[in-house]
């Protein structure tokens, strides 16, 4: 008996699930995720083959286009700010009083020795705009029922050919997220956790990224404090604010 | 009698003077070639070991089995105790600390915009400590194309390539953008204080060089250094010295393990050096033997010669009643007077000569068409002066000349009392 | 003049011992000078034909983006071969390479390399490229043995290699290494791997498209830069190992110079010893109507003829010397990677024809000259002194 409702009970979800269109799912992540703009800090821990290293920083931003981040510790990577207007990107830093350009190749290099490269940062535009996202499934993580959502791209200019995103079904938003190569060799993987409701949207404050080519146990981001719907001065986007 | 013969020879310039300057001639060559040709020959070995291997090295394991991506994440921590130690153990061996790194130049424009960029590979060594050689080890005054060596903190030295294609000049400002140790992004500012040349055109293309002190602050190495690389005294490779360099680190290092933990690599095993290496040992000893041989040839000659010279003098010293075994010993023992004086001339000036070009070098760049100077292309040849040097005179220079007269002077025995006036009559 | 000859050569091999020693000892700068010089010329010749063989043929065309010092480069490196190659390239008379940046991952470190398309059939490069014909299940591969050393490859070994098309999308894939190969040229080795051009072109979404073509043909009548394409002559890409080997002989100069110094020196020797000696026969000259100039002239003949007969003796024991010697070549062992271009392990000597009659011809010149400097006495002496044998 138990067995039959068990059985029901999947029938249904699974019902429910395809019910759910993948691009609807999306739309709900991203009223969750994206917003008119936020104010955060949080800290980001690089684990390495020779210790970790743990840096704070502060960021502001509007939309998916404006960012700005200051990083205020350790020691020597305070002051360093970056700004991110539209698909550019550059750094200022504070003991050469240069403000350079972070363009080509070196949006590869990796941002502060983490698992994450300045390119995965900058890609802001819409996942939906991108990929066709199909639903592929089911899973349970940590206790959560999720949907497995397959991105397949639907442009040509994106980075991953593919992803695959575990979306949490009651709270819409990502668990984990696994980035893909054209042949379908997963490159990079990030997990997410902590999920807290603030200002009526969930939100998961803690990533922990890892490139799978790499040797080492990945770099884990974590927000320390964030706000929504903060008022930002305009003239913190500007070029001129780096040097501030 | 010895001081009679030396009289007569100091006296008799004509019995002497040829004769010595053969001799002393002869000497000087062969005392010099052997300097020049041991010198030629580990002067690729020592090229490579000033620019790249050392004679020895000190790095981590992990380090040295990616030696060739100069990966500074495996660097040695706590660099300068390990000096210490190394110092104290190895007193005569000169340690140098060397950062490799790669990373991006950039030039400002007025505004302190991006101007231009390039990709650069870089070397960070000790251009500032007093009693510190590495400049002089990378023939860095001598590859200097524009401006000066770097004097003071901050200062950098641009390929002369690689400073064309970025448009900059002495005195301009550069960023250096490189990685940490810990893989962040590294900006450091440095203002060009001159451009070098390599003489190989992937260096040119793209080398910086900075004292290693500014390398460590802009890589935030505080205190780390990717490479230890020793010099071992008087200045050239010594492969048995380097076998007890290396059991001797094993004892230092004994009770270290683990992936960064030091580790001793001696020149040989580095960039499959060691054909070489016993290459040019048994070379040097091929080269001596043929220059000992031909310098044999000419001094028997000489005292052939000498022989021959002083015909009509023994014609009348037997005429007058010396006795043929004496006129015999006493000519045998000039000639060993002649040949111990040549040899002490001629390797004193062939070691003098040998000196001059250990010391200075010569500058071969002037017989080289448009060839390039630079740190990778020496123009000098040096020569190099081995213990060898100061003996091997003797065996051509007196032992030939001996033996030449001694065949010269069986014709002493062979001539005719009788006939002697009639030949001095002529 | 022919009397002299004959008068020089009689009073030379008259002389015996003191001869054949002063010859002995030139004989000696013959052979090491040829010797020498022979193995720079070897060398030039065997740099030149390893790049040939390896990478350069008779000559390339470079996509004028084309930098092989600069990786970032290669992005904006690329064309579709012209239609005016394809007949040659059909022919197998040129071989197109197409150049991406890659990365692999040995051991979990990053590092990168360039991977280089070349076609597997291709038989105008020595690279193993029929090894790149095989079935193994993931994309056959080949490296130089430097590049296998320093990354710990094996033949047999599968890695995950990362790439970006064209259009910035990243891709992996599995490579399997199918042949590692030993070459002395370091540009085709070190920190890159070869693939067959087709996958690479797929993979990296340029179909059709290269970076390099290398030509058999040295023949450059025909050739110029067309479209995008650079053409880089043979003498171009060989230019460094020409100025290598210059600066090397200018070194090597100054050796053999002091050993030819002391032959001559003891040719100068005698030649001073005979001229103090033969006084009686310089005067017989004089007086059987030889002119001074004449008499200089016999002497100087017969120094020199000491460089003829070092000739004679050199060959004698040089020919079969200097042939083993080519033969068994030098063993330097020396990595190429340090030096960026072609030297080979073993160095065999070669020697030119120009070679050989330029040493003579130097060894002659300078014994003439050494022969000539101390008979020139000979013309301020007086006859009838000289005849009387008196020392002047």
């Known amino acids: 008996m138990k067995r039959i409702v068990y059985s029901l009970l999947a029938i249904i979800s699974f019902l429910d699930l395809n019910a759910q269109n993948a691009d609807e799912i999306l739309k709900k992540v991203d009223q969750n995720m994206s917003s008119e703009n936020r104010v955060f800090e949080s800290t980001m821990t690089i684990n390495g083959k020779r210790g970790s290293r743990t840096i704070t920083s502060k960021s502001y931003s509007i939309g998916d286009k404006k960012a700005f981040t200051e990083y205020l510790s350790p020691a020597r990577e305070q002051g360093t700010k970056m700004l991110k207007l539209e698909n550019q990107l550059w750094i200022y830093s504070p003991s050469t009083d240069r403000t350079i350009q972070i363009s080509g190749h070196m949006l590869r290099q990796s941002v502060m020795g983490s698992d994450l490269s300045y390119e995965d940062m900058m890609d802001d535009r819409k996942l939906t705009d991108l990929y066709s996202a199909t639903v592929n499934g089911s899973e349970n993580i940590d206790g959560r029922n999720t949907w497995v959502l397959e991105l397949n791209a639907k442009v040509t200019d994106v980075a991953y050919a593919k992803r695959k995103i575990w979306i949490d079904n009651e709270r819409y938003v990502p668990l984990r997220e696994e980035l893909f190569a054209k042949s379908g060799q997963l490159l990079k993987q990030s997990a997410m956790g902590n999920i807290i409701k603030i200002d009526g949207r969930w939100f998961p404050t803690s990533i922990v990224y890892k490139d799978m080519l790499k040797q080492g146990d990945g770099t884990e981001f974590k927000i320390t404090s964030i706000k929504f719907n903060q008022v930002i001065p305009e003239y913190i986007f500007t070029k001129a604010a780096l040097k501030k | 009698m010895i001081r009679f013969l030396l009289k007569g020879l100091i006296r008799d310039k004509s019995r002497s003077l040829l004769p010595l300057i053969v001799v002393a001639i002869g000497v000087t060559l062969v005392v010099f070639a052997r300097g020049y040709i041991n010198g030629i020959m580990v002067d690729m070995i020592e090229q490579t070991a000033r620019f790249n291997t050392g004679h020895v090295k000190v790095t981590t394991k992990a380090y040295a089995d990616n030696i060739n991506q100069a990966p500074n994440d495996l660097a040695i921590l706590d660099a300068s105790n390990l000096i210490l130690k190394l110092e104290d153990t190895f007193p005569d061996i000169d340690w140098a600390c060397r950062i490799k790194f790669g990373g991006l130049i950039d030039v400002p424009d007025e505004q302190g915009e991006t101007k231009s960029q390039g990709p650069a590979m870089g070397i960070g060594l000790d251009l500032f400590s007093t009693g510190s050689k590495e400049a002089l080890r990378l023939n860095l005054a001598k590859s200097l194309v524009r401006g000066n060596l770097p004097t003071k903190e901050g200062e950098i030295l641009l390929s002369e390539d690689f400073s064309q294609k970025l448009g900059v000049n002495s005195g301009d400002m550069v960023t250096l953008i490189g990685s940490t140790m810990g893989g962040s992004m590294a900006f450091y500012n440095f203002s060009v204080a001159g451009t070098v040349r390599f003489g190989n055109t992937g260096l040119d293309r793209g080398t910086v060089i900075a004292d290693i002190r500014d390398i460590q602050l802009a890589l935030d190495m505080t205190d780390a250094v990717g490479e230890i690389i020793g010099f071992f005294p008087g200045g050239y490779y010594n492969d048995e010295l380097a076998e007890i360099v290396m059991a001797k680190s094993e004892k230092l290092f004994v009770g270290e393990t683990g992936e960064y933990s030091p580790v001793m690599l001696r020149l040989r095993d580095q960039e499959g050096l060691s054909l070489y290496v016993d290459l040019t040992k048994s070379m040097g000893t091929i080269i001596t033997f043929i220059f000992m041989l031909a310098m044999s040839l000419v001094l028997w000659n000489a005292g052939l010669l000498g022989g021959l010279r002083r015909y009509g003098e023994i014609g009348v010293r037997i005429a007058i009643g010396e006795e043929k075994g004496h006129v015999y010993r006493s000519m045998v023992l000039e000639s060993v007077m002649v040949g111990v004086a040549g040899t002490i001339i001629g390797t004193s000036t062939g070691l003098f000569l040998s000196w001059l070009m250990q010391t200075y070098g010569l500058d071969i760049s002037e017989f080289t068409k448009n060839a390039t100077t630079g740190i990778m292309m020496p123009n000098l040849v040096r020569s190099r002066i081995t213990p060898p040097d100061f003996y091997i005179g003797f065996i051509p220079g007196v032992v030939s000349t001996v033996i030449g007269t001694m065949l010269s002077g069986i014709g002493i025995y062979k001539r005719k009392t009788a006939q002697l006036f009639k030949e001095l009559e002529a | ?392």
């Open chain 3, 1 to 392: 003049m022919k009397l002299a000859f004959k008068l020089a050569f009689k009073n030379l091999i008259g002389a015996g011992l003191r001869t054949w020693l002063n010859v002995i000892v030139l004989s000696f700068s013959f052979v090491i000078i040829i010797a020498a010089k022979g193995i720079l010329v070897g060398w030039d010749r065997q740099a030149k034909n390893d790049m040939a063989d390896w990478e350069i043929g008779g000559g390339q065309y470079w996509h004028r983006n084309y930098d092989p010092y600069d990786a970032f480069s290669l992005s904006d490196a690329h064309a579709p071969v012209p239609p005016e190659f394809k007949e040659e390239i059909a022919n197998g008379n040129m071989v197109p390479v197409l150049i991406t940046q890659g990365t692999i991952y040995p051991g979990g470190r990053m590092q990168p390399v360039l991977i280089k398309g070349i076609h597997p059939k291709q038989n105008l490069l020595k690279l193993p490229t029929q090894n790149l014909d095989t079935t193994v299940g993931a994309i056959p591969a080949i490296i130089g043995a430097n590049m296998a050393r320093a990354n710990k490859l094996q033949t047999g070994d599968y890695l995950t290699i990362r790439w970006r098309d064209a259009n910035g999308t990243f891709d992996a894939a599995e490579i399997c290494i199918t042949q590692i190969f030993t070459t002395n040229v370091p540009t085709v080795d070190l920190a890159q791997v070869w693939i067959p051009i087709e996958n690479l072109q797929s993979m990296a979404m340029l179909p059709n498209e290269a970076t390099v073509f290398t030509f058999r043909d040295g023949n450059l009548i025909r050739r110029g830069d067309t479209g995008e394409w650079k053409l880089m002559t043979f003498e171009t890409l060989v230019s460094e190992v020409e100025e290598m080997i210059k600066t090397k002989s200018a070194g090597q100069a100054i050796f053999y110079s002091i050993l030819l110094i002391l032959a001559l020196l003891a040719i100068f020797d005698t030649q001073v010893l005979s001229i103090f000696r033969r006084q009686k026969e310089i005067g017989t000259y004089v007086a059987l109507g030889y002119t001074r100039g004449q008499v200089v002239g016999l002497f100087t003949i017969e120094g020199a003829m000491n460089a003829i007969l070092a000739a004679v003796v050199g060959a004698i024991y040089g020919i079969p010397f200097l042939m083993w010697f080519a033969k068994k070549g030098i063993s330097l062992g020396v990595s190429s990677a340090e030096y960026g271009f072609a030297i080979a392990e073993t160095m065999y000597p070669v020697y030119s024809g120009s070679l050989i009659v330029g040493t003579t011809i130097l060894v002659l010149m300078a014994t003439t000259i050494v022969s000539y400097w101390p008979s020139r006495k000979i013309a301020k002496m007086n006859p009838t002194e000289a005849l009387r044998g008196k020392i002047q």
